[in-house]
């Protein structure tokens, strides 16, 4: 029952798009974003920042006037080529660490979204999300596709493998060295059948993007009731997505770090932790969990591993038995008195293969106090949490693989 769309994609040239295509303009620092633009004309950040022109900051509905601007400079320089035809687009990526990510990208429908079709398992800001849709209802694209996953399937499996024995339309290398590449589906009956593929399916899942999806969503509720003559098929009704696998989904997790021990001492802090955990100090020696529900932790130049006495916890549902959550109910909010976990900022998050140095460089430099490591999620708690309906704590998962900017940009 899942509907997914051809549509016209605004590209980049082949010959350019990798300068073009940017990380989401949030993961640089201010020097990373001006270096790229002082040196590099065709970067996307030149179109999300465009007061660099003027060498002024830019906020607001002016902001999102001159992203306008900017945007349809680029398709007047042609920098930008709207396709002839509606297509889907399959899209590869070859990470650093040699890990492969197979999919479509395609237009989705937010009709599905409203109805739970397309499920979510993280709760969004509804001031982001509003800020979001004003943004899209001025600009009139989107340029990062949502991350969906699905069910393997062997057709559409096949379709794609097939797709990429021809010569790639799209093949480059970005700085952090993640190779893309990007072939065209535009054969009719090739469309009809992944359409007729992704209709057997019940639901599909947002792994990464759940501000974006909610945006498009209010968006659509928006020019849906301006629209006396709606019939389903404006572009409103769709949002642009990047559909992958369930078995090419990567999810790495997130470590918490704490400022302080809520004005405990730390044998006081430890004896609070036993009451729900056997705990074992590990010395100097870096300790990462291998197993759900076992935890790592760095404090005072030492590392412990704290294991879950499941005579005292009870699970109920699938979201209390994620890590991140029994992280939250065990330690965080009853001994540490870290209630919201989006906006309290005795609380970091890291992540990444060498988070356990980074726990203990932050530690020790007295920065945080204590620091929790933990085993990732899995892709199939993330479906059971969404199917409850439940969503997972901020900050629960890091998905791969991580999505650019500019490359398919869907207009509204």
């Given at each position: 029952m899942?509907k997914?769309?051809?549509?016209?994609a605004?590209k980049?040239?082949?010959a350019?798009?990798?300068?073009?295509?940017?990380r989401?303009?949030?993961?640089?620092t201010?020097?990373?974003?001006?270096?790229r633009?002082?040196?590099?004309p065709?970067s996307?950040?030149h179109?999300?920042?465009?007061?660099?022109?003027?060498?002024?900051?830019?906020t607001?509905n002016?902001?999102?006037?001159?992203?306008r601007?900017?945007?349809?400079?680029?398709k007047?320089?042609?920098i930008?080529i709207t396709?002839?035809k509606?297509?889907?687009?399959v899209?590869?990526?070859?990470?650093?660490?040699?890990?492969?990510?197979?999919g479509?990208?395609?237009?989705?429908?937010a009709?599905?979204?409203?109805?739970d079709?397309?499920k979510k398992h993280?709760?969004t800001?509804?001031?982001?999300?509003?800020?979001?849709?004003?943004?899209l209802?001025?600009v009139?694209f989107?340029?990062?596709?949502?991350?969906?996953?699905?069910?393997?399937n062997?057709?559409?499996?096949d379709i794609i493998i097939?797709?990429?024995?021809?010569?790639a339309e799209?093949?480059?290398t970005?700085t952090y060295?993640d190779?893309?590449?990007?072939w065209?589906?535009?054969?009719?009956d090739?469309?009809a059948?992944?359409q007729?593929e992704?209709n057997k399916m019940?639901?599909?899942?947002?792994?990464?993007?759940?501000h974006?999806?909610a945006s498009?969503?209010?968006?659509?509720?928006e020019?849906k009731?301006?629209?006396?003559?709606?019939d389903?098929?404006?572009?409103?009704?769709?949002?642009?997505s990047?559909?992958?696998p369930?078995s090419?989904?990567v999810?790495?997790?997130?470590?918490r770090?704490?400022k302080?021990?809520n004005?405990?001492t730390?044998?006081?802090f430890?004896i609070?932790?036993?009451?729900?955990f056997?705990i074992?100090?590990?010395?100097?020696?870096p300790?990462?969990?291998s197993?759900?529900?076992?935890?790592s932790?760095?404090?005072?130049g030492?590392?412990?591993s704290?294991?879950?006495?499941k005579?005292?916890?009870?699970?109920n549902?699938a979201?209390?038995?994620?890590?991140?959550?029994?992280?939250?109910?065990?330690?965080?909010?009853?001994?540490?008195g870290?209630?919201?976990l989006?906006?309290?900022n005795?609380i970091?998050?890291?992540?990444?293969?060498h988070?356990?140095i980074?726990?203990k460089?932050?530690v020790?430099?007295?920065?945080?106090k204590?620091g929790f490591?933990?085993?990732?999620?899995?892709?199939?708690?993330m479906?059971?949490?969404?199917?409850?309906?439940?969503?997972?704590?901020?900050?629960s998962?890091?998905?791969?693989?991580?999505l650019?900017?500019?490359?398919?940009i869907?207009e509204?």
């Open positions: 899942a997914i769309i051809p549509f016209k605004v980049p040239t082949r350019i798009v990798g300068l073009v295509a940017a989401p303009y949030q993961s640089y201010i020097d990373e974003r001006e270096s633009m002082d040196y590099n065709y996307f950040l179109i999300v920042n465009p007061g660099y022109k003027y060498s002024q900051e830019v607001g002016e902001r999102y006037k001159l992203v601007n900017r945007y349809l400079e680029f007047e320089d042609g930008f396709d002839k509606a297509s889907l687009y899209y590869k990526i070859v990470n650093r660490h040699k890990q492969v990510f197979n479509i990208i395609a237009a989705t429908s009709e599905d979204y409203e109805n079709i397309i993280e709760e800001i509804a001031k982001r999300e509003q800020t979001f849709k004003n943004y209802h001025t009139g989107n340029a990062e596709p949502v991350l969906l996953t699905y069910p393997d062997n057709i559409i499996s097939d797709a990429q024995k021809a010569h799209f093949e480059f970005m060295r190779t893309h590449y990007l065209k589906i535009d054969n009719e090739t469309i059948t992944i007729e992704f019940e639901t599909i899942y947002i792994a990464d993007g759940h974006r999806s498009s969503f209010l968006l659509y509720k020019e009731e301006k629209n006396a003559n709606h389903g098929t404006e572009s409103y009704n769709f949002f642009m990047y559909l992958i369930e090419d989904l999810i790495q997790e997130f470590s770090l704490i302080d021990l004005g405990l730390k044998e006081a430890l609070k932790l036993d009451t729900n056997r074992e100090n590990r010395g100097t020696v300790y990462h969990p197993k759900p529900h076992h935890f932790m760095y404090l005072d030492e590392f412990y704290l294991y879950l006495r005579t005292n916890y009870e699970f549902t979201l209390d038995k994620l890590d991140a959550q029994l992280l939250y109910k065990t330690i965080l909010k009853p001994i540490l870290i209630d919201d989006r906006n309290d005795r970091e998050y890291v992540h990444g293969k988070e356990m980074t726990i460089s932050s020790d430099s007295g920065e945080f204590v490591g933990m085993c990732p999620a899995t892709v199939q708690q479906k059971e949490i969404a199917d409850e309906g439940l969503k997972m704590p901020p900050k998962t890091y998905i791969l693989p991580k650019r900017s500019g490359i398919t869907y509204y």
